[in-house]
């Protein structure tokens, strides 16, 4: 896709946002998009899956505009499965603020995320193969830049 004013124009329709504290965006969720894009560049293949998490209870709404009310995320996720042998996945939730931890402290199992969420992610992976993957956290099956950051 080439990448117009009128592609750049169409980024901003309310039905493509999702609103991210400034704290959060310019700090721990750009150092977890550079991490993603580097296990990009050390596996063969992987698919990433990013969404908002809202609390049942959460009905904060801003106005952005005029009288344009929408939900501001309580968090974020971000699911990535290598399918590089030996397969494996990774996740992490974080909530929609500024954080200096590591990203390795974010760090959950996809089935906490889809239990967060609803979701299903992957339906097609056998049962076996779900239930390897996506019930286990190991950080260290990972290249990291630098120490988990």
Not at 84 to 106: D, E, H, R, V
Request: hydrophobic share 40%; aromatic share 12%.
């Amino acid at each position: 896709m080439a990448y117009t004013v009128i592609t750049m124009d169409n980024s901003f329709f309310m039905s493509n946002i999702s609103p991210q504290t400034p704290k959060f965006n310019r700090g721990i969720w750009s150092r977890l998009e550079k991490q993603v894009r580097n296990f990009a560049l050390t596996e063969n293949e992987i698919y990433v899956i990013t969404g908002p998490v809202f609390k049942n209870d959460d009905t904060r709404l801003i106005s952005i505009g005029k009288n344009n009310p929408i939900a501001v995320p309580y968090a974020y996720y971000k699911v990535i499965y290598d399918l590089t042998p030996p397969q494996k996945m990774i996740a992490f939730i974080i909530p929609n603020t500024g954080s200096k931890k590591s990203l390795a402290q974010f760090a959950v199992t996809v089935s906490t995320v889809e239990q967060m969420t609803g979701l299903e992610f992957f339906p097609t992976l056998s049962d076996k193969t779900k239930k390897q993957l996506e019930t286990t956290i190991s950080v260290t099956d990972w290249t990291w830049l630098g120490d988990r950051k």
